[in-house]
């Protein structure tokens, strides 16, 4: 069976960063930073890496991966989107050192067949399935509730690491849309990570009769849909009054940390987790933000469904504490019965 180590990710908000053993290989999955400002995983030992698989551009999958040349410079395995979207946070690789990945399907791997399947979660954004030694499958980040994203299901797979960042919240998103819409008031501004779920907000609000603003990186993420609906890409460009759907690249000179120092004062909405220390932190201990919850990542009946559909004798939970989620873990416990386990 293929060794899995967790150098950073498993037991709480933390960001990506495991590395797999298969086949004779030694696969680095995902390289991210935060959601702590700082937060970066201790690589301290790793040894050599053969290749890097980023499953999707967000900072906690890919904000580290400045480390590349102290890791030997392996070829790194990504979508083109994945790639095309790492300068819009700061972050760059050699166009040598990049190896494209189809959005679905079979792939390779270095020298290994793989299958990948969209994840639900970002645009982009991939689950990797390796048939070696049982098989192993990374899910990332993913999710079943996206109207835009959709999600590949896997294939079965011995070890599955899948991702426990809301525990045992089973709510489903339906019901969060219209709370989210309820809460929001003239002058208001709805800070979303890129290539995720703006697209699906501003298609939610729109149906409710909201008509939100988006930001030029929205605009895009929505191709083509709702072409009625107004860009702004600086504070200047915004009426007093507008709902604003923006990108939140977390760089200092972004759209989003412009409007939290425009003087005409808009609050914000978060939907997103907040992290201590975070300018998302700051707004609410300023009182200028509040938080409403929007599915970005599975509810406890996904997660069972993803034991059931992969048979997996280890589920690794990763993104968040199983201690964390008692009523999932006795559900799973239901699930497996025979001789699984998580671990
Ligand atoms: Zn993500």
Redesign the pocket.
């Known amino acids: 069976m293929a060794i899995l180590t967790a150098f950073s990710g498993l037991g709480g908000k933390a960001p990506a960063a495991f590395l797999l053993e298969i086949a004779g290989r030694r696969l680095l999955l995902d390289l991210g930073e935060g959601p702590r400002p700082g937060q970066r995983p201790d690589l301290e030992g790793i040894g050599p890496i053969d290749a890097i698989f980023l499953s999707?551009a967000?900072i906690?999958?890919v904000g580290a991966i400045d480390l590349w040349p102290g890791l030997g410079r392996p070829p790194v395995f990504a979508t083109r989107a994945t790639f095309d979207a790492l300068p819009l946070l700061g972050l760059h690789l050699p166009p040598q050192a990049c190896h494209d990945l189809p959005a679905r399907g079979p792939a390779r791997l270095l020298d290994l067949p793989v299958t990948v399947g969209r994840d639900g979660?970002?645009l982009g954004?991939l689950w990797l399935h390796l048939p070696q030694e049982g098989g192993a499958l990374y899910m990332?980040?993913w999710s079943r509730e996206s109207e835009i994203l959709p999600l590949d299901p896997p294939p079965p797979a011995d070890l599955v690491i899948t991702d426990l960042s809301y525990g045992d919240r089973d709510q489903p998103l339906a019901e969060q849309v219209q709370a989210l819409a309820d809460s929001i008031t003239p002058s208001t501004v709805l800070p979303v990570?890129i290539l995720?779920r703006g697209a699906d907000m501003a298609r939610h609000l729109s149906a409710l009769g909201l008509s939100p603003v988006v930001c030029p990186q929205i605009r895009v993420e929505m191709q083509g849909a709702l072409p009625a609906l107004r860009v702004i890409a600086t504070p200047s460009e915004a009426r007093d009054g507008d709902v604003i759907i923006v990108a939140d690249t977390e760089r200092p000179g972004d759209l989003m940390s412009c409007l939290i120092a425009d003087a005409r004062g808009w609050r914000f909405v978060l939907t997103g987790h907040v992290a201590p220390g975070s300018a998302a932190a700051g707004l609410i201990a300023d009182g200028r933000a509040t938080r409403r919850n929007w599915n970005?990542h599975p509810r406890a009946r996904d997660q069972i469904w993803l034991a059931g559909i992969t048979r997996a004798r280890h589920l690794v939970p990763a993104f968040g504490a199983l201690d964390d989620a008692p009523d999932l873990a006795q559900a799973l416990a239901g699930v497996w019965g025979t001789g699984r386990e998580n671990s």
């Open positions: 999707h967000h906690d999958h979660h970002a954004g990332g980040d990570p995720g970005v």
